[in-house]
């Protein structure tokens, strides 16, 4: 038996970014307000996905980022996270 938690349609902005830094980043950034608001990151290299907003990229939550993402070092993690802090 399938139960249908949630069926809805929703008009969304989506931005798709390629940049290099230190490292080489492509990214598809969804814009929502499914996840209250917070953004869809897919990672298009490693089709890692997060659900992100600004409070998610705090200093004392940078583990959970690279965690995430299977950010190899802190580096990485701290490029990605500025990234984000200003697209988001």
């Known amino acids: 038996m399938l139960i249908n938690m949630y069926d809805q349609t929703e008009d969304t902005q989506t931005r798709f ?7 080489r ?5 969804t814009k929502t307000q499914h ?3 917070k953004s869809l990151v897919v990672c298009l290299q490693t089709n890692r996905v997060g659900i992100l907003g600004n ?5 004392d939550k940078l ?8 950010l190899e070092d802190e580096d990485q ?3 990605l996270r500025n990234f984000l802090y ?3």
């Open 17 to 23: 970014v390629g940049f290099v830094g230190d490292h």
């Open 25 to 29: 980043w492509d990214l598809a950034i």
């Open 35 to 37: 996840f209250y608001g």
């Open 55 to 59: 409070d998610d990229l705090e200093d």
């Open 63 to 70: 583990y959970l980022l690279g965690r995430t993402f299977g």
């Open 77 to 79: 993690t701290i490029e």
């Open 86 to 88: 200003t697209n988001l």
